[in-house]
């Protein structure tokens, strides 16, 4: 009896001790860290602002008029009122000239949700609303541009030739995503972080990088799709990210520029992503279809061998056109099989089981491509490029020095048969 005392005594003494350690535990750990910042999520975000658009007992007369609705796109507004019967409305944003000025009518319907794109920084901009002959003026108040946005230093253009486009733009490192008109200023940006490509997608929307790293130095997390506006209506998130380019396909799915980070080397592989649920779909390793060693430029390196800068799908050919930089090479590949169709490039360097995939030039002044980008495939079956004109050569000894080389866009003709090009 004596000794089951002693062991009771002694469990109560170890759990008072326990219970002890436990609290001056958590003491110490309540001291020594900061309380986590609670960070509202994006769609939670844009749910809250979204409660400001309120239409009812809004009219023509008197709209309700939100500047920079989603908090990151601060040349835009959002026009909202109500009318008795289905009509069209449109709207007029003033620019310098009929170059920078926008016209947009919209579809017949009671409940007006206009969103306006356009508008200059740091003015009272005065917008027009028409419905039928009837017209109303609308002051949408901007803020000035940040402090550090990047401005045109000169502008050449022949309006006679041009549209009232905009001209889309993300930054290679620091900056904004921007876009110009042809006077060069500034009628549109986003205030959130985006590099890489920017384009209209097919509905109208934008894909451009998110703002995280999912590795150094500019591997991007994924890709939002937004609007104008700046609202994100998808996230893409990718395992091996996302950097330089994508291609819209006609099944609507993208082929991405990506990496596959445990094979120690970047970016050599493309992924195609399921546009409806963001799964990968396809990849192209192109460890598998090249030989790292062949082709070398003098930017070549055993981690980043390719550099693949340019991903593009033709439909007439059903292939994938991609474009090494590390290589000074433009290569395609049957989009089904993966396979090695033809390679654009000085041949100097590459294994003589590739020789065959080159194309041999014909005509006068034929120049190759050197540290390329943006190769496409016009709808006549061109393959341009982006020309960056470094060094010229594969061999160290008759480079080219940059200043008495030159950047240029480049046209060639290619015949897959003959095996020419021009």
Same mark, same amino acid.
């Given at each position: 009896?004596?000794?089951?005392?002693?062991?009771?005594?002694?469990?109560?003494?170890?759990?008072?001790?326990?219970?002890?350690?436990?609290?001056?535990?958590?003491?110490?750990?309540?001291?020594?860290?900061?309380?986590?910042?609670?960070?509202?999520?994006?769609?939670?975000?844009?749910?809250?602002?979204?409660?400001?658009?309120?239409?009812?007992?809004?009219?023509?007369?008197?709209?309700?008029?939100?500047?920079?609705?989603?908090?990151?796109?601060?040349?835009?507004?959002?026009?909202?009122?109500?009318?008795?019967?289905?009509?069209?409305?449109?709207?007029?944003?003033?620019?310098?000239?009929?170059?920078?000025?926008?016209?947009?009518?919209?579809?017949?319907?009671?409940?007006?949700?206009?969103?306006?794109?356009?508008?200059?920084?740091?003015?009272?901009?005065?917008?027009?609303?028409?419905?039928?002959?009837?017209?109303?003026?609308?002051?949408?108040?901007?803020?000035?541009?940040?402090?550090?946005?990047?401005?045109?230093?000169?502008?050449?253009?022949?309006?006679?030739?041009?549209?009232?486009?905009?001209?889309?733009?993300?930054?290679?490192?620091?900056?904004?995503?921007?876009?110009?008109?042809?006077?060069?200023?500034?009628?549109?940006?986003?205030?959130?972080?985006?590099?890489?490509?920017?384009?209209?997608?097919?509905?109208?929307?934008?894909?451009?990088?998110?703002?995280?790293?999912?590795?150094?130095?500019?591997?991007?997390?994924?890709?939002?799709?937004?609007?104008?506006?700046?609202?994100?209506?998808?996230?893409?998130?990718?395992?091996?990210?996302?950097?330089?380019?994508?291609?819209?396909?006609?099944?609507?799915?993208?082929?991405?520029?990506?990496?596959?980070?445990?094979?120690?080397?970047?970016?050599?592989?493309?992924?195609?992503?399921?546009?409806?649920?963001?799964?990968?779909?396809?990849?192209?390793?192109?460890?598998?279809? %090249? !030989?790292?060693?062949? @082709?070398? $430029?003098? #930017? +070549? &390196?055993?981690?980043?061998?390719?550099?693949?800068?340019?991903?593009?799908?033709?439909?007439?050919?059903?292939?994938?056109?991609?474009?090494?930089?590390?290589?000074?090479?433009?290569?395609?590949?049957?989009?089904?099989?993966?396979? %090695? !169709?033809?390679?654009? @490039?000085? $041949?100097? #360097? +590459? &294994?003589?089981?590739?020789?065959?995939?080159?194309?041999?030039?014909?005509?006068?002044?034929?120049?190759?491509?050197?540290?390329?980008?943006?190769?496409?495939?016009?709808?006549?079956?061109?393959?341009?490029?982006?020309?960056?004109?470094? !060094?010229?050569?594969?061999?160290? $000894?008759?480079?080219?020095?940059?200043?008495?080389?030159?950047?240029?866009?480049?046209?060639?003709?290619?015949?897959?048969?003959?095996?020419?090009?021009?």
């Amino acid at each position: 009896m004596e000794k089951k005392k002693k062991m009771i005594g002694i469990g109560l003494l170890c759990l008072i001790l326990l219970l002890l350690v436990c609290y001056v535990g958590l003491d110490l750990f309540s001291q020594n860290h900061e309380e986590v910042d609670q960070v509202v999520s994006l769609m939670d975000s844009q749910m809250e602002k979204e409660k400001e658009f309120q239409i009812e007992g809004y009219t023509l007369d008197n709209p309700n008029v939100i500047v920079n609705p989603y908090g990151n796109s601060p040349l835009t507004a959002l026009v909202i009122f109500q009318t008795d019967e289905d009509v069209e409305v449109t709207v007029t944003i003033p620019g310098k000239d009929k170059n920078s000025t926008f016209t947009h009518t919209f579809a017949a319907t009671k409940e007006h949700y206009l969103p306006i794109y356009g508008l200059y920084a740091g003015k009272k901009n005065e917008i027009t609303l028409s419905v039928g002959d009837q017209t109303k003026k609308v002051i949408i108040e901007t803020d000035a541009l940040p402090e550090d946005m990047i401005l045109p230093t000169s502008v050449k253009a022949d309006k006679s030739k041009l549209g009232n486009d905009l001209y889309f733009f993300t930054p290679s490192s620091s900056g904004y995503t921007v876009a110009y008109d042809v006077n060069g200023d500034v009628r549109w940006y986003l205030t959130n972080y985006a590099l890489w490509r920017i384009d209209r997608l097919e509905n109208g929307n934008l894909l451009v990088s998110t703002e995280r790293l999912v590795n150094s130095p500019y591997y991007m997390t994924g890709m939002y799709e937004m609007t104008l506006l700046g609202k994100v209506v998808k996230e893409y998130s990718l395992e091996g990210g996302y950097h330089h380019d994508y291609y819209e396909m006609p099944n609507g799915n993208f082929l991405v520029a990506s990496d596959n980070f445990s094979s120690g080397t970047v970016e050599d592989y493309i992924v195609e992503v399921d546009r409806e649920t963001g799964d990968i779909v396809k990849t192209f390793d192109l460890t598998k279809i %090249l !030989n790292k060693e062949d @082709g070398k $430029s003098e #930017n +070549w &390196s055993q981690y980043d061998w390719f550099h693949n800068n340019s991903v593009w799908y033709d439909e007439k050919t059903n292939s994938v056109t991609l474009s090494g930089r590390h290589m000074d090479a433009v290569i395609n590949l049957d989009y089904d099989s993966g396979n %090695l !169709n033809w390679i654009i @490039g000085d $041949s100097t #360097n +590459w &294994s003589e089981e590739y020789q065959k995939y080159f194309f041999t030039p014909v005509g006068e002044d034929f120049e190759w491509q050197w540290s390329q980008h943006a190769a496409m495939i016009t709808p006549e079956g061109y393959v341009f490029i982006l020309d960056n004109g470094n !060094n010229k050569s594969k061999i160290a $000894s008759e480079y080219v020095p940059a200043s008495e080389s030159y950047t240029r866009g480049v046209m060639y003709k290619i015949d897959t048969e003959k095996m020419t090009i021009e």
